[in-house]
């Protein structure tokens, strides 16, 4: 059965927003000669899905209690998180021009302090899956009504903490814990296979008592559909692993390792923005 008209609009608009994180994303980078965009075009349409659809949070009360918690566990892509919050409201869109430099809220790190929208700070792989087990048992032991949701790079789940985490959201039955992996198969130094090979990955998680989806990382509405679902399983904390492209939306950039590290130049930067459909 094919899409509803509601349905397709929904998914442009998701798209849209998708588009407008990696276009605030690529600006934010080559003005602060910052690097880390591959890891933030990956995530795009999982960041457009969670705060276009998923998430109950309010730009206009950011510390509302019963708010579900985001935590951006790969903190080195912290300029898509803060373009999408700056998109939905919580600050103001001229803030993102002052990215990485001195004097900003906006760390190269994703950071907590005097930036709402954002619940902690990280940037150490392997410690935001610890921090969201914490959130989601509190939210269990004080009978609130509040999801957590955790962002993983794939690369680090090569930690041991991020493994202690897993195990320990099984034992302890977190089903208001959902973790989404951005697995675009390449870490700092290489490919994920040749680093550290996490395969069968999704036996892993299954092992440790998640319930695990598979699904295209890039499909707004396959997106929306399960992360909707959530809790797969009652009694379970839920594991997404999106199957992503490392600097998608960017030919020249797409699962290309350089683009972990390198800043973009004038000419790239045009490149890339005319590709998204935009100019200088």
């Known amino acids: 059965m094919g899409k509803t008209v509601s349905e397709i609009h929904n998914c442009h608009d998701l798209s849209d927003l998708a588009r407008a994180i990696r276009i605030h994303s690529l600006r934010m980078i080559h003005n602060a000669k910052s690097s880390h965009a591959g890891s933030c075009l990956s995530m795009a349409e999982l960041l457009a899905v969670l705060y276009g659809r998923v998430l109950r949070v309010d730009a206009a009360r ?12 790969k903190g080195h892509a912290a300029a898509a998180l803060y373009a999408a919050l700056a998109e939905k409201g919580f600050f103001p869109k001229s803030w993102l021009r002052t ?3 001195n004097g900003s809220p906006l760390a190269g790190h994703i950071t907590h302090c005097g930036v709402p929208g954002v619940e902690v700070s990280t ?3 392997g410690h935001g899956l610890p921090l969201a087990c914490g959130m989601a048992l509190a939210g269990k032991r004080d009978d609130r009504a509040y999801r957590v949701f955790a962002l993983l790079s ?10 202690e985490a897993m195990l320990f959201a099984g034992h302890q039955r977190l089903d208001n814990l959902v973790v989404l992996v951005d697995y675009n198969k390449i870490q700092s130094i290489g490919r994920v296979e040749e680093v550290l090979d996490l395969e069968p990955f999704a036996d ?3 092992a440790c008592r ?5 699904i295209d ?39 290309k390792l350089l683009w972990h590290y ?19």
């Not at 950011?62 to 566990?73: A, E, I, K, N, Q």
Request: aromatic residues 10%; contains cysteine; negative net charge.
């Open 62 to 73: 950011p510390d509302w209690p019963d708010r579900d918690r985001f935590v951006l566990s």
């Open 99 to 101: 990215f990485y430099q």
């Open 123 to 125: 940037g150490s792989l």
């Open 154 to 163: 794939d690369g680090e789940c090569d930690e041991g903490s991020t493994w």
């Open 204 to 206: 892993k998680w299954t």
């Open 210 to 214: 998640w319930s695990v989806r598979e």
């Open 217 to 255: 990382g890039h499909d707004v509405a396959a997106l929306e559909c399960n992360l909707s679902a959530v809790p797969f399983v009652p009694g379970k904390p839920s594991c997404v692993i999106a199957h992503t492209v490392k600097g998608k939306g960017v030919s020249y950039m797409e699962d």
């Open 262 to 280: 390198r800043s973009p130049s004038d000419e790239d930067l045009r490149l890339a923005l005319g590709e998204l459909g935009e100019s200088l």
